[in-house]
């Protein structure tokens, strides 16, 4: 996902294109081959940046102030980032020669940065509470996109058919956990057209 600025009409911003990398593990299982066993496993972290607000301060300028998270000159006020890697094994078909899938491992790490008022005035930290949980939400959207690519690459490589060779099996699980990487940053960028980056969701500062 390209970065979208906090503009002046308070639209504040969010997630980020995931970085997309994947790692195939491959094992020649040679007897019967099981049905596949697929999991997600997943890692989350939390990084707030500290705010002190002054008192002629606005709550923009305080956090334009503040945000380590600055694209190209732009600032932001929340940011995620999430990372799905993959690992499979294949066993051999002892009938037919064929190789089929016996297991994937899925990993999931997402990361939210948000802001984290530490002094203000009471109308600035009313105004803060009242902003922060839209923009929250606005992020926890972005992680859902994480989860379901994850589990989407978990169980459509879990579920592809038996390949002629392991070479060709192993080239079609990680062309579709790509594609699919794909299509899910793709839905991103239209959930921040939809929502117009957080403020339909109440993430704004007027």
């Known amino acids: 996902m390209k970065r979208h600025p906090v503009t ?3 639209l504040a911003a969010l997630a980020r294109r995931p970085r997309m990398k994947a790692a195939a593990l491959l094992a ?3 007897a019967a081959v099981p049905l596949a066993q697929a999991a997600v496993r997943e890692e989350h972290a ?3 940046y500290a705010v002190h607000a002054e ?3 606005t709550l923009r300028q305080a956090l334009n102030a503040a945000t380590p998270i600055v694209t190209d000159g732009q600032r932001f006020h929340g940011h995620t980032r999430w990372n799905v890697r993959w ?3 294949w066993g051999r078909e002892a009938s037919s020669g064929e190789c089929r899938i016996t297991e994937v491992t899925t990993r999931l790490r997402t990361e939210v940065q948000l802001p984290e008022l530490r002094r203000a005035t009471p109308a600035q930290r009313a105004l803060f509470d009242r902003y922060l949980p839209a923009l929250s939400r606005h992020e926890q959207g972005h992680v859902q996109f994480g989860r ?3 589990r989407a690459i978990d169980q459509g490589i879990a579920q592809l058919p038996a390949a002629p060779d392991c070479a060709t099996l192993e080239r079609q699980a990680n062309a579709l956990g790509h594609r699919l990487l794909r299509e899910h940053a793709e839905r ?3 959930y921040d057209n939809d929502t117009r980056h957080g403020a339909s969701q ?3 500062l007027e």
């Open 87 to 89: 690992t499979f094994r």
């Open 202 to 204: 109440g993430a704004r």
């Open 148 to 150: 379901d690519a994850a």
């Open 188 to 190: 991103e960028k239209q």
């Open 8 to 10: 002046l009409r308070g």
């Open 28 to 30: 020649a299982l040679w």
């Open 46 to 48: 939390e990084r707030p």
């Open 55 to 57: 008192p002629g301060d």
